[in-house]
Nanobody, 123 residues
Framework: QGELVESGGGLVRAGDSLTLSCAASGGALSTSAMAWFRQAPGKERGLVGGITRIGSFTFYADSVKGRFTIQRDDEQKAIHLLMNSLKPEDKALYSC????????????????WGQGTQVTVSS
């Protein structure tokens, strides 16, 4: 079995920065790609971005490109989501996921999921 545990969510103001972390263990460590998804109330879960284990290739959704950065931390067996210039529309439950294969969609292709961490951005 594997596990993903997110941390770092909270309440911030528009324009602030926040970093989320996702620690992996067990089977989740041997996956090929990890990604961040988010879901706002009443909306479908959507991809924020992802990173591959080999090469650390990254992909970002257009809505966060240039503001968010995903980094791997192999020593801590984690990935981090660095979020800058946060907007009220970034408010959502952010979940970390991992999968074999390197495609970042669809969400159902990811085998491991964390419980999520809430990010709230006030205007």
């Amino acid at each position: 079995q594997g596990e993903l545990v997110e941390s770092g969510g909270g309440l911030v103001r528009a324009g602030d920065s926040l970093t989320l972390s996702c620690a992996a263990s067990g089977g989740a460590l041997s996956t090929s790609a990890m990604a961040w998804f988010r879901q706002a109330p009443g909306k479908e879960r959507g991809l924020v971005g992802g990173i591959t284990r080999i090469g650390s290739f990254t992909f970002y959704a257009d809505s966060v490109k240039g503001r968010f950065t995903i980094q791997r931390d192999d020593e801590q067996k984690a990935i981090h989501l660095l979020m800058n210039s946060l907007k009220p529309e970034d408010k959502a439950l952010y979940s970390c996921a991992a999968r074999t294969g390197v495609q970042m969609t669809p969400p159902k292709s990811f085998s491991y999921w964390g419980q999520g961490t809430q990010v709230t951005v006030s205007s």
